[in-house]
């Protein structure tokens, strides 16, 4: 028994460093890069680079942008989805911050940024980018298909033989990579949906529990799990904040962590035994809420739903694809 114990433990210290095996395409100097992840809900920049076949990153800022909600708001007004002009400045003052913070660093103003589900659905997305390149920003709006492919790589750095799920905020996405491609499928929810609808108004989290299963139970079919279980391990991306929460730990030490089902069960029969007082003051005090608590049971039902009993956390963002990408493009000097 205690040797059984002894070998999961070990299986458990090295998995992390799976990721970074001999199965890793070989990386090269990009120099200093700032990256941009554009996000439905949240703007991600870095500050980083791939030095010596290593990912480093030197600055992580990360500032609320709600594109997906103005959107949404479009939509209710006017039906039509398109991002405001009110929205369009908020966002150029965030990236001019970037800039500003990027110059410091790197002598340059020039951002590396990509886009993903609210601006690929913005009816004038036309006339957003040509307003960001006026502020010297090429953003590259990804289809669903890119966005599984970032994700994958921002993951694990191109190695081979994981399943990756990026649970974004109006968007999830499942992706496997297998030679030179990849397998993908995107399901049409995210935390930040999941929160508006479930969980905001609820008055108990068991309430909440119910009705979002509910619908992922709708939405992920066999198709969609036989994607996760075609890896012998899966990462999550952007599950920083998620995996911060269940192992009690700060968000910047939790890259490469595997969390368990028994974990991840853990913490959510603590948050069921609450009572709608206790419950009402953790959703207004505990600001990362929104992304902790669907993400939580999205998690849950994946584990459940697969032959996946654990995952391997990471914070990274899509961002850090992009700086892979710009390594990959190089060749060796």
Sequence with gaps: MQLKVFLSLLILAIIPHLAYSENTPELYHTGIVCAVDMGSNTFKFVVSEIKDGKYLQYTDVRKTAAVGD???????????????????????????????ECERKTGSRKLNAIATAAFREAENIRMISEQLQQQEIEMKVLTAEEESAYAYEAATLGAEGFAV???????????????????????????????????????????????????LKELVGEKEKGILNSGHQLMMIEVGETSSYVLGIP????????????????TLKDLSSMNADSFANLKKDFKDAPKVFPRLIFIDFLLAQTNHDRFIGTDRELNVAIVYRISRSHTKK
């Design 70 to 100: 103005d959107l949404k708001l479009s939509e209710q007004k006017t039906g039509h989805k398109q991002i405001s002009e009110a929205k369009l400045n908020e966002i150029k003052l965030l990236l001019a911050g970037f800039q500003d």
């Design 251 to 266: 968000q910047n030490q939790i890259e490469g962590k595997v969390i368990t089902r028994d974990q991840i069960q853990k």
């Design 165 to 215: 799920a990026d649970l974004g905020s109006r968007t999830t996405e499942f992706v496997i990579k297998a030679g030179d491609s990849y397998r993908w499928v995107e399901i049409p929810t995210g935390y930040k949906v999941a929160w508006d609808e479930f969980y905001e108004k609820s008055t108990q989290f068991t309430q909440a529990i119910d009705a979002h299963l509910q619908r």
